[in-house]
């Protein structure tokens, strides 16, 4: 397919690529981010790099065994709650490289949990170079409406991580193949026998522990089988003598680390301050405390690994009801096509879109504030917002999406 689009633009007299005024390389910026008002430290880790050892064993680029027999990408996937982030669009895949796209492959059933599971959704774009880049295993209905022959820009939106094809959970497989249809991986090692150099613009290391997210919730989070969504029991807002369930999520658990975690008072002084050592390496990991709050008003919950402190503020004391309304809340234009904008007094801090069936179809969480909301994604039809303000008051609104 991808054959045949380049001969389709050849013959349009559209191909980008010029092998005569080619550039030597081009370097990528990292494939997947996550989405505006997604209030977590990180989204995503590394599973799987591309596979060097051929035959029966495997060894990745950096000598070790972080890949599959096989592998020719690079898997990167979600994390906290893979399948929550899917299907609230909470990941974002993006160009890695300015490019033109060659192929585009959507429609496919996307909530695959096992291998061999059929044809993926995908985007393939080429780049000035020559060389070439697969997008895979993407979210049905999300993909760029670009179509092939149209640029993309470095940092363009592609689509949403999905489960579709030969998957086992939502995850991006990113793909790189030269400009003489020869594999490439962009990560450099001593153990890449494709390539000699790096394709990245800022390489990362094979092994980056790493705090994903600081979170609260109301009870230990659930999940359920593959491919159901995880019943995350979030929660800010909680009432006076309610037990908070602290919660530290990890990608590259380093075994003999330490973490180190404190939560503080509205008033500034210390409820609980401890070390954690965590003696096990795990590709991704979460850890759960349990905190009894002595005091209404604004707490913080913070963690620091490696260096770097990721601090979230949680919320205890009795919710009011005619005084709980947001004043001049306002949600436009109405109807929406792409873009919900939001106004209020106060800052929006979390933002629930709701359909006719009373199930909450997207929700973005972020005390640094949320002033709009994409909704591009979701179908045609009536929806309601439930927004929640910095003080916890709130306000619903009916929408219409074109």
């Known amino acids: ?102 192929y585009k492959f959507d429609g496919n059933y996307d909530r695959s949990c096992v291998m ?20 895979g295993h993407m979210k049905n209905g999300s993909l760029t409406t670009k179509n092939v022959g149209d640029m993309v820009s470095k940092g363009e939106f592609l689509g949403n991580v999905g489960s579709s094809g030969s998957s086992t959970g939502p995850h991006l497989h990113f793909e790189v193949y030269n400009s003489s249809s020869q594999l490439i991986d962009p990560f450099e090692g001593s153990c890449n026998l494709l390539n000699s150099e790096s394709w990245w613009e800022d390489q990362l290391p094979h092994d980056k522990p790493t705090i994903n997210a600081v979170l609260t919730h109301s009870a230990y989070p659930v999940f359920p089988d593959c491919p159901q969504q995880e ?12 037990s908070v369930y602290l919660a530290v999520y990890l990608t590259d658990q380093e ?36 905190a009894n709050p002595d005091m209404n008003g604004n707490w913080k919950w913070e963690a620091t690994y490696k260096g770097v402190t990721v601090v979230h503020d949680f919320y205890v004391g009795v919710m009011g009801t005619a005084e709980n309304e947001i004043k001049d809340f306002k949600a436009f234009p109405n109807p929406v096509y792409e873009l919900i904008n939001l106004q209020s007094p106060d800052k929006i801090v979390d933002v629930q879109i709701i359909d006719a069936q009373g199930r909450t179809v997207k929700h973005i969480s972020s005390l640094s504030g949320i002033d709009k909301v994409d909704v ?19 306000s619903t609104v009916k929408i219409m999406k074109k």
């Open 255 to 290: 075994a003999g680390s330490t973490m180190h975690l404190k939560v503080t008072r509205p008033n500034g002084t210390i409820l609980n301050e401890w070390d954690a050592a965590l003696t096990e390496n795990y590709q991704l990991s979460y850890w759960f405390w349990i």
């Open 376 to 394: 591009k994604s979701l179908p045609a039809g009536f929806y309601v917002i439930k927004a929640s303000d910095i003080q916890k008051k709130t």
């Open 231 to 242: 019943v995350t029991n979030l929660k800010n807002y909680f009432e006076t003598g309610e």
């Open 1 to 102: 397919k991808i054959a045949e689009s380049i001969q389709m633009l050849k013959d349009q007299g559209k191909l980008f690529y010029n092998e005569a005024s080619k550039p030597d390389y081009i370097q990528f910026a990292w494939p997947l981010k996550k989405a505006e008002g997604v209030g977590y430290n990180q989204i995503w880790g590394v599973s799987n790099f591309v596979d060097h050892q051929g035959g029966a064993g495997i060894k990745d680029y950096f000598c070790q065994e972080k890949t599959y027999n096989g592998h020719k990408g690079t898997d990167i996937y979600l994390w906290p709650f893979w399948w929550y982030a899917m299907d609230h669009d909470q990941a974002e895949i993006i160009a890695a490289a300015d490019g033109q796209i060659l």
């Open 116 to 135: 061999g599971s059929g044809d993926w959704n995908a985007v393939y774009v080429q780049h000035a170079d020559g060389s070439i880049a697969w997008y």
